[in-house]
């Protein structure tokens, strides 16, 4: 079984390190961690450092460095244009996809998009959701959660634009990746994507694909679009 990770804010420079706030109450009191166990602290960019419980206190652990480490940033990056939908949905995307390896996630304003981000409320919601995820997943890069985007200012977004369309004659299997920069998956909201949105994407270059002949729901077509492209890439 893997170690369970722990995310502070940078990891520390000696061998020993106090693990204390929301972490340390996670580890010593809803998870048990106890003397002699290992964990992995992680900075979310990249950076781990393995440790061992050398004492346990209320809410906080006392760790002993041991190992260190760092995962550089996965090439081609994999980023997703989320449409806004209502209720959880949209959480529930975004933890999905982090856990299969999103790197970038852009919540986007869509025509149809029922549920509008009246706040940042549902924006550091997302990016708590996101946190959760990574740590779950292992993950020593913690995805970006962007601040929400306008059609317009996603038209202009620069690399290989794939938008996930249900009409689209062009498989994700067979569309051209690059090794390096970035790949945008573009997601409509649960009302899907609007004839002119579509028409303002494509002039900008971008690509309508299509996963296969089922129509998904906008909380599953992005981890399934992610999970594809994860073989193609090989992440897998």
Not at 177 to 204: F, K, N, R, Y
Request: proline share 8%.
């Amino acid at each position: 079984m893997s170690l369970p990770l722990f995310l502070v804010e940078a990891l520390p420079d000696g061998a020993e390190f106090r693990l204390d706030g929301p972490e340390g109450h996670h580890a010593a009191t809803v998870q048990r961690l106890r003397v002699g166990e290992e964990l992995l602290l992680g900075d979310g960019r990249g950076g781990t450092a393995t440790a061992v419980v050398n004492a346990v206190d209320r809410g906080a652990l006392d760790l002993t460095i041991t190992d260190r480490g760092y995962v550089p940033p996965p090439e081609p990056r994999l980023a997703v244009v989320q449409g806004i939908a209502k209720g959880d949905r949209g959480e529930l995307a975004v933890q999905a996809m982090t856990e299969v390896g999103v790197d970038t996630i852009i919540p986007w304003a869509a025509a149809r998009s029922v549920a509008r981000w009246k706040d940042d409320r549902p924006l550091r919601k997302w990016r708590a959701t996101v946190r959760e995820a990574a740590k779950q997943a292992r993950r020593p890069w913690v995805p970006e959660v962007c601040e929400p985007v306008t059609t317009a200012a996603l038209a202009r977004r620069p690399g290989p634009l794939l938008v996930l369309h249900e009409e689209a004659t062009t498989p994700l299997s067979r569309v051209r990746l690059p090794d390096a920069g970035e790949v945008t998956l573009v997601v409509g909201p649960e009302g899907g994507i609007t004839p002119d949105e579509l028409t303002a994407l494509e002039a900008a270059g971008a690509a309508a694909v299509r996963l296969g002949p089922e129509v998904l729901r906008t909380s599953t077509a992005g981890v399934s679009a992610l999970s594809a492209l994860s073989v193609r890439l090989g992440r897998w």
